[in-house]
């Protein structure tokens, strides 16, 4: 199966710095990628959508100027938390949709990013 | 936009039980349901999806019905055993385009021996 990979897998860093994480799609193009956050306990909430080539689409409640997002190629998305606080702390996944046959699609998920900001 | 619930938010049965978990949706267009299983610290892994063309689907142990008319799906897991333990999440969207997931809100399934 399709396979989509992030990095770092976990990442600890001070209050006040950016963070950037990648995601991946190793053996298929990906025009669009998602990207969540996860708090614990809690379900995947929906962050952003990112287009290969344009501006990515964020959900109502995100901050775009914090919460930077680039797919600068069809593989490829990164996601950067700029001026991290504690709160940002969180297990960050993307997903890739994957064309198949017959006009369909399907998601492949990440294996997430733990961000602890200190 | 799409909104999924779920519930329950927790559910504990017996080892060898069968274990119901329902969602609905508000989005009429959505058509495809897919449902996923997330171990602590992990992806959610999809474990079994329905379109709306069909009503039931079955994978061994595990079933998913959906009655597009009330916007209802619910995933059946029947003998259950503990390495069932983990959290489901319901979701929905459009599968004919590269649109967004909306999960529910997870139900945290134990399984006691």
């Known amino acids: 199966g399709a396979v989509v990979s992030q990095h770092p897998s976990w990442v600890i860093c001070k209050s006040g710095t950016s963070v950037k994480i990648e995601c991946r799609s190793l053996?298929?193009?990906?025009?669009?990628m998602f990207w969540y956050r996860q708090f614990p306990k809690q379900s995947l909430m929906l962050m952003a959508t990112?287009?290969?080539?344009?501006?990515?689409?964020?959900e109502q409640g995100v901050e775009k100027d914090k919460f930077l997002i680039n797919h600068a190629s069809l593989t490829l998305s990164t996601l950067t938390v700029t001026s991290a606080h504690p709160e940002d702390s969180s297990f960050y996944i993307c997903?890739?949709?994957?064309?198949?046959?017959?006009?369909?699609?399907?998601?492949?998920f990440g294996p997430g990013t733990r961000l602890t900001v200190t | 936009g799409e909104n999924v619930e779920q519930h329950p938010s927790t559910l504990s049965v017996q080892e060898g039980d069968s274990a119901v978990i329902k969602c609905t949706y508000s989005?009429?267009?959505?058509?495809?349901f897919p449902w996923y299983k997330q171990e602590l610290g992990k992806r959610p892994q999809l474990i079994i999806d329905?379109?709306?063309?069909?009503g039931e689907k079955k994978d061994q142990r595990i079933a998913v019905t959906l009655n597009k008319t009330a916007k209802h799906f619910s995933l059946h897991i029947t003998e259950t055993q503990p390495e069932d333990s983990a959290v489901y999440f319901c979701?929905?969207?459009?599968?004919?385009?590269?649109?967004?997931?909306?999960f529910g809100s997870g139900t945290r399934l134990s399984i006691r021996p």
């Open positions: 997903s890739a949709s994957h064309r198949l046959a017959g006009l369909s699609y399907e998601q492949y």
């Open positions: 053996d298929f193009q990906a025009t669009t």
């Open positions: 990112s287009n290969e080539g344009s501006k990515a689409t964020y």
């Open positions: 329905i379109r709306s063309n069909v």
């Open positions: 989005d009429s267009a959505s058509n495809y």
């Open positions: 979701a929905a969207n459009l599968y004919s385009s590269a649109s967004k997931i909306i």
